[in-house]
């Protein structure tokens, strides 16, 4: 299994990002899919998730960052906008048949600096 994240960078505050991750050697639409982040000096932490048609963020980033799936591409995205310093963190994807307590499944990470 790869699940392989790109579309990180620097923007300035107020600007918008949106991460992609293509995955491979599953069977994509058996998964909910999900980012996380991790910034400096803290756990990696659920920022959101997509099962079926359920869409979950942590409360942080409700109303700013979109998640969404394209079954057919094995594609989740990302779509970050309103960024601010605090969203500055190397961003994960990840896949799970269960609670996003432990994901099946991790990508390697992709930068999102946001400067202020």
């Known amino acids: 299994v790869q699940l392989q994240a790109s579309g990180g960078g620097l923007v300035q505050a107020g600007g918008s990002l949106r991460l992609s991750c293509a995955a491979s050697?599953?069977?994509?639409?058996?998964?909910?899919m999900g980012w996380f982040r991790q910034a400096p000096g803290k756990e990696r932490a659920f920022v959101a998730g997509?099962?079926?048609?359920?869409?979950i963020y942590t409360d942080s980033v409700k109303g700013r960052f979109t998640i969404s799936r394209d079954n057919a591409k094995n594609m989740v995205y990302l779509q970050m906008n309103s960024l601010k310093p605090e969203d500055t963190a190397v961003y994960y994807c990840?896949?799970?048949?269960?609670?996003?307590?432990?994901?099946?499944?991790w990508g390697q990470g992709t930068q999102v600096t946001v400067s202020s």
């Open positions: 050697g599953l069977t994509f639409s058996n998964y909910a």
């Open positions: 990840a896949a799970t048949l269960g609670s996003w307590s432990a994901p099946d499944y």
């Open positions: 997509v099962r079926w048609g359920e869409r």
